[in-house]
């Protein structure tokens, strides 16, 4: 007797066992040879190997089926793990091309626009990208999306997003509430976008034990940053110290990528922006990469495309 183990971690287990056990007892009845145990966020199946890698195969359908359609059905369930070779689906009917992460009521997260794209791609062949361009690009949407994938992948084991507190013409101090409270609405953009991709629940559990971090950049000094995958956002308003300070937090099997938008800098006059020295000291080093994004990657309103090329051209 052999016995495998299927981690969870990265979904709600009421949502994949169903309610009073409902999904899981379900499955456990296409598998009477099989001894399957399912407690908190692991599932533990014992058995003979030809019978335990069926299981798994269809269980990982199970899964895939979950990501692109928000939820597991009986119906889905008999689908996948029916003995009819007309009902059962295939990989491919299920998988998407493009799909970087199934959202939230099943809702497609991918790059839209060709330069969203090459962040992609990119992404997959070099560990430190810079992605620059305007409001409204998709880069941190972008960026927050390979970053949720890797981890739902198990690439990384956990996810920093960081931005520099850095004032646009308001002072921290009239805002209410203690040092987390004044910092909350810079790293607002952050929270909306992983609230798209993950459930709430998992989201506040990534959250609460440190699976996903969201802190200023002042709090990465000093750190290593190991099997992480870690985004800069905002990265014009870094001072090179800061912005050197974050790249060399690069530890073991780490994944960085740094958005930021040169045409809205909002660090005093004096002080200069990290990520245009960035760009003048680090092109061509291998393993390190610059995607440009422009007013054609813009997916919010159709105005902000305009907006952007009036203050462009003035």
């Known amino acids: 007797m052999t016995e495998r183990i299927i981690d969870i971690t990265t979904y709600s287990p009421l949502e994949i066992y169903g309610v009073n056990d409902r999904n899981i007892n379900l499955i456990r009845s296409y598998y009477p040879k099989l001894k399957i145990v399912a407690r908190g966020e692991i599932i533990k199946?014992?058995?003979g190997n030809d019978i335990l890698d069926d299981f798994e195969e269809k269980?990982?359908?199970?899964?895939?089926?979950?990501?692109?359609?928000?939820?597991?059905?009986?119906?889905?369930?008999?689908?996948?793990?029916?003995?009819n070779e007309n009902q059962v689906f295939k990989p491919e009917q299920i998988k998407e091309n493009g799909v970087l992460v199934h959202g939230r009521e099943g809702r497609h997260i991918k790059a839209l626009t060709v330069n969203q794209q090459k962040m992609v791609k990119s992404s997959e062949k070099n560990d430190l990208i810079f992605a620059i361009g305007p409001a409204g690009t998709g880069k941190t949407y972008t960026a927050v999306a390979l970053a949720v994938r890797a981890l739902k992948n198990r690439e990384v084991t956990r996810i920093i997003l960081t931005r520099p507190a850095v004032e646009a013409g308001e002072s921290l101090g009239f805002l209410p509430g203690d040092f987390r409270d004044k910092l909350d609405p810079y790293l607002q953009p952050l929270y909306d976008a992983l609230r798209d991709m993950l459930p709430t629940q998992k989201l506040l559990k990534y959250l609460e034990d440190g699976t996903i971090e969201i802190a200023p950049l002042a709090f990465m000094r000093g750190r290593t940053l190991d099997h992480a995958f870690a985004i800069l956002d905002e990265a014009q308003n870094a001072t090179e110290m800061q912005l050197k300070m974050f790249v060399t937090r690069m530890g073991k099997s780490s994944r960085f990528i740094v958005t930021g938008d040169i045409t809205q800098i909002d660090l005093p006059k004096?002080?200069?922006?990290?990520?245009?020295?960035?760009?003048?000291?680090?092109?061509?080093?291998?393993g390190i990469d610059f995607?440009?994004?422009?007013?054609?990657?813009?997916?919010?309103?159709?105005?902000?495309?305009?907006?952007?090329?009036?203050?462009?051209?003035?």
Do not use: C, N, P, W
């Open 45 to 47: 199946a014992i058995g």
């Open 59 to 83: 269980f990982d359908l199970l899964l895939v089926s979950y990501d692109k359609f928000g939820k597991l059905t009986e119906k889905d369930i008999e689908q996948i793990m029916g003995d």
């Open 270 to 286: 004096k002080q200069a922006s990290g990520l245009k020295q960035a760009k003048q000291l680090l092109t061509g080093i291998q």
């Open 291 to 314: 995607i440009y994004l422009d007013e054609k990657d813009v997916v919010r309103h159709k105005l902000v495309t305009r907006i952007i090329r009036a203050y462009s051209d003035k």
